[in-house]
């Protein structure tokens, strides 16, 4: 079973950008910089877009938290090997 968010990047095509990839229905993949998960967002969506903009917001929402708390973590881990 693979978990609901994760991130995923490309340093060969787009240093700067980095992607929150959505497995569950409606999947898609979402498009952000490094430097803040609304900035040059966009939107890949594999499965049909939602229909309700309520639902779109409630998936951004949830992706930028994990998002954000993902980015802490890394944080942590890497305070902890120094």
């Not at 929150?20 to 430097?35: A, G, K, N, S």
């Not at 309700?52 to 998936?59: A, G, K, N």
């Not at 949830?62 to 802490?72: I, W």
């Amino acid at each position: 079973m693979l978990p609901k968010f994760l991130i995923a990047d490309n340093s060969q095509e787009a240093i700067d950008l980095v992607y929150v990839v959505h497995t569950e229905t409606p999947r898609c993949i979402i498009q952000c910089d490094l430097d803040g998960f609304y900035s040059n967002q966009r939107i890949y969506w594999i499965d049909e877009e939602p229909l309700s903009q309520d639902d779109i917001d409630t998936l951004l929402e949830e992706a930028e938290e994990f998002y954000e708390k993902e980015l802490d973590n890394q944080e942590d881990i890497y305070d902890e090997e120094e």
